[in-house]
């Protein structure tokens, strides 16, 4: 009987090193996921401000491509303008020198 008693004795042990080395493991686990649910937070954090940023640069692009097309309705109604200035210059002309001749 003093047999059985030390074979439960070192099952008890022996289950007892086995689950205080599991719950060893378990927090060096549970550490290691806090450290990368951490680390995970923090990209997650960067995505967001790179798609911030994506957006207002997106922006600023259809802003100036905007500012562009103003501009070349700007520098096309000049050019009509100056077209029609010459034109009329041209009449003048033609007319200055028909009474001068």
Do not use: G, P
Request: net charge negative.
């Amino acid at each position: 009987q003093l047999s059985s008693m030390e074979d439960i004795q070192y099952d008890f042990t022996s289950t007892k090193t086995e689950l205080e080395t599991s719950t060893k493991s378990l927090l060096e686990t549970k550490t290691a996921l806090r450290e990368a649910n951490e680390k995970l937070e923090e990209k997650t954090r960067q995505v967001v401000s790179l798609e911030e940023q994506y957006k207002n640069l997106q922006h600023d692009v259809r802003a100036h491509k905007i500012e562009h097309f103003d501009n070349l309705l700007v520098i096309n109604e000049a050019k009509q303008k100056l077209s029609d200035v010459t034109a009329e210059l041209n009449c003048l002309r033609e007319d200055a020198e028909k009474r001068s001749a």
